[in-house]
């Protein structure tokens, strides 16, 4: 599933907050935009196992 938003690859460097918006380039700076949709889930997740039971001990 691909996200409609993005954001500014470069925001870091070139301005003092994240810019959002629905098109492939910033409107602000003219440069790319990426989506900022998280990455996929895995269920062959090597570390799976061990991050879940962290989040239980962490509740």
């Known amino acids: 599933?691909?996200?409609d938003i993005?954001?500014?690859s470069v925001w870091e460097q070139a301005h003092?907050?994240?810019v959002y918006t629905?098109?492939?380039s910033c409107p602000?700076?003219?440069a790319t935009a990426i989506n900022t949709a998280p990455a996929p889930f895995n269920p062959d997740d090597p570390y799976?196992?061990?991050r879940r039971a962290r989040k239980r001990?962490?509740?």
């Open 1 to 3: 599933m691909k996200s």
């Open 22 to 24: 629905l098109e492939d």
């Open 16 to 18: 003092d907050r994240p």
């Open 28 to 30: 602000e700076c003219g």
């Open 6 to 8: 993005h954001i500014c």
């Open 57 to 59: 001990d962490d509740t």
């Open 48 to 50: 799976g196992e061990y």
